[in-house]
C-alpha cells in the first residue's frame, strides 16, 4: 500500500486560462519540488522553443507508433496536433519517490485519471468567461474566430471541472501558484497521517 511513491500533480482547465503561465511561475521558483514531465508533441516548435525543454516534438508516425506501443499515459489531439505524456518517464520519477507535475488539457486528464486515480487533480478555473475570452485575445496567438471557437469549447470544459480534486481560481498567477503549492503540501500531510494510522493499527495487532 505505502511504497513511498512520488505523488502525480495534474493540472488541467480550459484553453487559455493560464496554465503554462501558472507552471512557468511554479517552476520558476527554487522552492518548487516536482519534476515537470516534459510532453510530446506534433506540434511544429514554435521560436525560442527547444527539442527536450518545451517538448518532444515528434513527427506524426512516430507519435502514432509510440501510442501503439502503449508508451504514452495519455494523449488527446488538439487544435490538429497530437500531445501526450511519455509513460516511462512518469513511472520512473514516481517510483524513485518523486513528485510528478502534468501540464494538460482536459481530455488527457481525464485519461490518467482513469489509470491513476490516486493522483492530485486541479482544475485551473478562469474567474469568468469573459476573463478566459481577454486572454486569449491578449495571447495573440489565434484570430478572432478561432478564439470564439476556444470560448465556445471552454463551456464543456469548465462541466469537467467537477471530476477533478480541487479547483484553483486564476485570478493572478501568484495567488494561483500559492494555492496550487498549499494543495500539495497539504495532500503530502494528509498521505503521512493516512500512512501513520495504517502502521499504528498493523503495530497494535
Ligand atoms: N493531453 C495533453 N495535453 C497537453 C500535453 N502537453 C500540453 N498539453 C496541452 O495542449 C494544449 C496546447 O499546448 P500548446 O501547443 O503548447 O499551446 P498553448 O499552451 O495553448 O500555448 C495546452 O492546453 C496544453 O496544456 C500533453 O502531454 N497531453
Ligand atoms: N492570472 C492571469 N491574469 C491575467 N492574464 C493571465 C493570467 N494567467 C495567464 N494570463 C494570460 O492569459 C493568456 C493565456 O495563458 P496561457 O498560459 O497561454 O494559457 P493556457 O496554457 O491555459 O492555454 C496569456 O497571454 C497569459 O499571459
Do not use: W
Not at 503561465?21 to 516534459?38: G, H, M, Q, W
Amino acid at each position: 500500500m505505502f511504497k513511498q511513491r512520488g505523488l502525480l500533480i495534474v493540472l488541467s482547465g480550459p484553453s487559455g486560462v493560464g496554465k503554462g503561465t501558472v507552471r512557468k511561475e511554479l517552476f520558476a521558483s527554487p522552492d518548487t519540488n516536482y519534476e515537470y514531465s516534459i510532453s510530446m508533441t506534433t506540434r511544429q516548435p514554435r521560436e525560442g522553443e527547444a527539442d527536450g525543454v518545451d517538448y518532444f516534438f515528434r513527427p506524426r508516425e512516430v507519435f502514432e507508433a509510440l501510442i501503439e506501443e502503449g508508451k504514452l499515459l495519455e494523449h488527446a489531439e488538439y487544435v490538429g496536433n497530437y500531445y501526450g505524456t511519455p509513460l516511462d518517464y512518469v513511472n520512473e520519477t514516481l517510483d524513485s519517490g518523486r513528485d510528478v507535475f502534468l501540464e494538460i488539457e482536459v481530455v488527457g486528464a481525464a485519461q490518467v485519471r482513469e489509470k491513476m486515480p490516486d493522483g492530485l487533480f486541479i482544475f485551473l478555473a478562469p474567474p469568468s468567461l469573459s476573463h478566459l475570452e481577454q486572454r486569449l485575445v491578449g495571447r495573440g496567438t489565434e484570430v478572432l474566430e478561432v478564439i470564439a471557437s476556444r470560448v465556445a469549447k471552454a463551456r464543456d470544459e469548465l462541466e469537467m471541472m467537477d471530476l477533478y480534486d480541487y479547483v484553483v481560481e486564476n485570478d493572478e498567477v501568484t495567488k494561483a501558484c500559492d494555492r496550487i503549492n498549499a494543495i500539495v503540501t497539504a495532500e503530502h500531510c494528509r498521505r503521512e497521517r493516512v500512512e501513520e494510522r495504517y502502521l499504528a493499527m498493523l503495530e497494535g495487532e
